[in-house]
């Protein structure tokens, strides 16, 4: 079976810099996606890992503990629009995603 | 446009109906993945197609099914509707072999399904 586990909700600052935790237990897992989802809106790809370390993609970053069953997600220079679901969602067998419940984050001026 | 087409966008039906949502993936994508999203609900996985056979099953209810085409476009059927099956359904596409972010899900933008 799959296990996902991250925050509930988080609330930041504009400007400042956010860091989303996830863990993880899943069997046949090949890497881990993070998602954006604004409300009422489709989820859209934001970064994958698949080897340990640290993805920048822009205001965007992404680590991956293979060993450690354990992901984040970094945002920087918050800004309004990141106000939005960001979902962790590590691969298992036949290349099938389970997403967790998503963090709520809630960026404040 | 994600590229992934999904039709109608909204839906609005009495309990006890049947409907069907339309999802076209995206192209030369041979998966197609069916979500419920209920309100301020994560994404609860249904079923899953790859190039017209079932893959995988989720939490679908008996009085859910799906199929995917020749052309690979997938329907969802939803029948006997009760209010609690009002949600946003998603599709998703991969290119579902390969590796790495090939695999990664493109989601269309929903329908939404109020059941009155």
């Known amino acids: 079976g799959q296990n996902i586990d991250q925050p509930t909700e988080m609330t930041a600052t504009e400007g400042a810099i956010v860091q989303i935790n996830c863990t993880y237990q899943?069997?046949?897992?090949?890497?881990l996606f993070w998602y954006q989802q604004h409300a009422g809106e489709a989820p859209t790809f934001l970064s994958y890992n698949v080897l340990d370390g640290l993805e920048e993609k822009g205001r965007f970053s992404s680590f991956l503990s293979r060993s450690k069953g354990y992901s984040y997600l970094l945002l920087k220079e918050l800004q309004m629009k990141d106000s939005a679901s960001y979902l962790c969602?590590?691969?298992?067998?036949?290349?099938?995603?389970?997403f967790g419940t998503g963090t709520q984050l809630k960026v404040e001026l | 446009d994600s590229g992934v087409t999904q039709t109608p966008k909204h839906l609005i039906t009495a309990t006890g109906q049947r409907v069907t949502l339309r999802c076209s993936p995206r192209s030369g994508d041979l998966s197609v993945y069916w979500y419920q999203q209920s309100l301020d609900q994560g994404l609860q996985f249904l079923i899953q197609y790859y190039n017209g056979e079932e893959r995988a099953k989720g939490n679908i209810l008996e009085r859910f099914s799906a199929q995917q085409f020749p052309d690979l476009h997938s329907e969802l059927n939803l029948s006997s509707l009760e209010l609690g099956d009002s949600a946003l359904y998603f599709c998703?596409?991969?290119?579902?072999?390969?590796?790495?972010?090939?695999?990664?899900?493109?989601f269309g933008s929903g329908t939404r399904l109020t059941v009155v």
């Open positions: 998703a596409s991969s290119g579902g072999t390969g590796t790495g972010a090939n695999y990664g899900y493109t």
């Open positions: 969602a590590p691969t298992g067998g036949g290349n099938k995603l389970t």
């Open positions: 899943t069997s046949g897992f090949n890497g």
